[in-house]
């Protein structure tokens, strides 16, 4: 077993495939997929379930690399100690449905750190995304929310993945629209209210079900509904359809520019909004801080600071 073996199987766990990873670490596919088939084979155990649509990870597989991780973290960081290397460390990785507040605070634990002596992955993904980059360690935290309709759903979810749900605060729904949007005006609107216009959403991939969906009530009828894959576009459809999407109101202008409103939405619903993590790891002193961050951007906003 070598380092280059290790950081080959990450890559591939990575990219989800032997030909995309091969194309990263700009190498043949016959080489890397014979260098990952020979460390299976010393480790006497299945790393990859292969398939013509990619690779998965095995349960095995998942185990290996959370250590193999380990490995290669430390091995970076005797190289930059020692060797004077100029290898970035990764000391600090979240996955997170598309909230303002997450951003905000991801921004801040960037520059408080510094770029130089750390590398940090911020990644935008489904629920199910979320959960599985958790679980293999790719982000040591995913932020996401949980529903009177979604509980159970989610909550069995985030235990099948070997993961705890720890709650950061609820919110009430609420509805973005364009500020040119006749119910931007509004003091509160109704799921009635909003059946006339575009309802967009998000696309959760293979695992669209509702008990998945980043959005509350999109089980209710809707005559028109536009379902993109990237959330930029969500909020340029919101000004250009005129169309609404419900979340938990938490909008930051200097990220989503001032033409983007939030509206209250008469529900009983509400967005339990927490983060999940490994049951067996406490979180890092920087995914600690990180949690500092945010809840700090959250207080800010119910104060009424919406920068």
């Not at 460390?89 to 921004?107: D, E, I, L, T, W």
């Not at 002596?117 to 959960?131: M, N, P, V």
Request: glycine share 6%.
């Amino acid at each position: 077993m070598t380092l280059t073996q290790l950081r080959y199987a990450i890559e591939v766990a990575d990219a989800g495939s032997i030909t995309q990873a091969a194309k990263r670490l700009f190498i043949a596919q016959p080489s890397l997929s014979k260098a990952v088939s020979e460390l299976e084979a010393e480790m006497g155990i299945a790393i990859f379930d292969r398939s013509s649509r990619g690779v998965t990870l095995t349960e095995e597989g998942t185990r290996f690399l959370s250590y193999a991780r380990q490995v290669v973290e430390q091995a970076d960081l005797l190289e930059a100690e020692y060797k004077g290397g100029t290898r970035v460390r990764r000391v600090f990785g979240v996955s997170a449905q598309h909230y303002a507040f997450v951003v905000n605070a991801f921004v801040r634990l960037v520059r408080e750190h510094g770029a130089s002596s750390y590398e940090f992955s911020l990644r935008e993904s489904t629920t199910a995304g979320i959960l599985d980059d958790v679980r293999v360690q790719r982000s040591e935290l995913g932020i996401l929310y949980r529903s009177h309709f979604n509980r159970d759903v989610i909550s069995n979810a985030v235990r099948a993945a070997g993961l705890a749900f720890e709650p950061l605060f609820t919110a009430t729904p609420h509805v973005f629209v364009s500020r040119d949007n006749p119910l931007a005006d509004r003091a509160s609107v109704t799921l009635a209210d909003l059946r006339p216009y575009p309802r967009l959403s998000y696309d959760q991939g293979i695992h669209n079900s509702p008990y998945f969906a980043e959005e509350l009530h999109i089980t209710e009828p809707a005559e028109k509904s536009v379902v993109v894959t990237d959330r930029a576009t969500l909020f340029n459809l919101l000004i250009g359809l005129g169309g609404y999407t419900i979340s938990s109101g938490i909008l930051s202008e200097a990220l989503n520019g001032s033409q983007i409103v939030a509206v209250p939405l008469e529900s009983d619903e509400r967005m339990e909004l927490g983060y999940v993590r490994r049951h067996d790891r406490p979180p890092s002193p920087i995914a600690s801080r990180y949690l500092e961050l945010l809840r700090g951007y959250v207080d800010a906003y119910r104060q009424g600071d919406h920068s």
